[in-house]
């Protein structure tokens, strides 16, 4: 394309998640193809970020949730992408937003991807059944509309755009995993074994699940539980005796909030990576511990079934069953190397930085026809 294409890549955080994470990688991609003005579009938005080659546009003043969630921020995400009249619009993480941009782009001619990031996004279920029942309904409506309009749907993984197609009787038009690069960090699991945990502190994680298994495995010696993600927040009762249950776990260390590049170096040295959540979309922490050697064991989360069919990790099923499938690992280390063998072959073909190509394919072909 000879024309420079204007993208407006709208999203509530500009930090934080592993939807921001690829949102990362999309934007150095786009900007080393250096066709694209790239507008990064975000209520919270992080001040010690520097944006290099792509511009932030600040939505609101307040960088607080709104209490009625982002749908109430329709005036000034409208306004912005008018003053901004973007080609094409890239939208993640389902919610008030994702409505506001399939608005504007119909009223404007302007092509929308809208990228699934959650299970929750493509069924009539919500993601936080804590929060107040008319912002939980405003958000799935703004997102409901925008199934029923945006020009293309992205999803994760095949169980995602049956689920669209059920609940919604709409096609993906697209199937495109999470992308990551090879690791940089060096790989060593000389160090005693460890078992890691990765997420920020929330109900739907169920990080109390990781506390239990660390006190029922006290008896293997020497062996490390490690927790990493940001501290809970919300119901103090629970957030209270989440803390207290890790603090006297003696074979338990929380390291809280770790930069990415720390996350991963503690996945290189980690022996058994663990998921303990009620559902996900497609965990970026998989494909961070298939790449770095670290076996995935799931208590539920298993997207289109890949830890049996590809042979990549185990899916536990119940609290039973992962205690004893991390025990069986810990004191396996041929059947650990096994798993990882496989793990970092199928990640390294499926998730690499190819896909970003996909992506971009596609919103090329977005601004051909805008």
């Known amino acids: 394309m000879s024309a420079r294409t204007r993208l407006c890549i709208v999203n509530p955080f500009q930090h934080g998640g592993g939807a921001e994470f690829q949102i990362s990688l999309l934007i150095a991609a786009l900007r080393q193809a250096d066709r694209f003005d790239v507008y990064y579009l975000a209520r919270h938005v992080d001040e010690t970020i520097t944006p290099e080659g792509y511009t932030v546009v600040r939505i609101g003043r307040s960088g607080r949730v709104p209490f009625l969630g982002y749908i109430t921020d329709l005036v000034p995400l409208y306004r912005a992408l008018r003053a901004i009249g973007p080609q094409v619009i890239y939208q993640r993480v389902a919610g008030g937003y994702t409505g506001i941009c399939a608005l504007y782009a119909r009223r404007h001619r302007a092509r929308m991807i809208w990228h699934v990031a959650h299970e929750t996004d493509v069924t009539p279920q919500t993601l936080d059944a804590g929060r107040n029942f008319l912002r939980r309904r405003l958000e799935k409506w703004s997102v409901e509309y925008a199934i029923r309009r945006a020009d293309r749907i992205v999803v994760q993984t095949r169980d995602q755009g049956a689920l669209l197609s059920r609940h919604y009787g709409r096609q993906a038009d697209a199937v495109i995993?999470?992308?990551?690069?090879?690791?940089?960090?060096?790989?060593?699991?000389?160090?005693?074994?460890?078992?890691?945990?990765?997420?920020?502190?929330?109900?739907?994680?169920?990080?109390?699940?990781?506390?239990?298994?660390?006190?029922?495995?006290?008896?293997?010696?020497?062996?490390?539980?490690?927790?990493?993600?940001?501290?809970?927040?919300?119901?103090?009762?629970?957030?209270?005796?989440?803390?207290?249950?890790?603090?006297?776990?003696?074979?338990?260390?929380?390291?809280?909030?770790?930069?990415?590049?720390?996350?991963?170096?503690?996945?290189?040295?980690?022996?058994?990576?663990?998921?303990?959540?009620?559902?996900?979309?497609?965990?970026n922490t998989f494909i961070q511990a298939w790449l770095r050697n670290a076996v995935v064991v799931s208590l539920t989360v298993n997207p289109d079934r890949v830890l049996e069919t590809q042979g990549v990790g185990i899916h536990a099923g119940t609290e039973a069953g992962l205690t004893q499938a991390v025990r069986t690992l810990l004191t396996n280390p041929a059947e650990r190397a096994g798993y990882a063998e496989r793990a970092r072959a199928y990640a390294s073909s499926a998730h690499s930085v190819r896909n970003v190509g996909v992506l971009m394919e596609m919103i090329d072909a977005c601004a051909a026809r805008a």
């Open 177 to 283: 995993g999470n992308f990551h690069p090879e690791p940089a960090e060096a790989i060593d699991k000389s160090g005693p074994p460890t078992v890691v945990w990765i997420a920020n502190l929330k109900r739907w994680k169920q990080p109390e699940v990781f506390v239990r298994l660390a006190q029922s495995l006290r008896d293997m010696e020497g062996v490390q539980f490690v927790m990493l993600g940001e501290a809970p927040s919300g119901s103090q009762h629970w957030c209270e005796m989440l803390m207290q249950s890790i603090q006297v776990t003696p074979n338990l260390t929380y390291l809280g909030h770790r930069a990415q590049d720390e996350v991963n170096k503690v996945l290189a040295r980690a022996s058994v990576f663990v998921n303990t959540s009620v559902h996900e979309g497609f965990p």
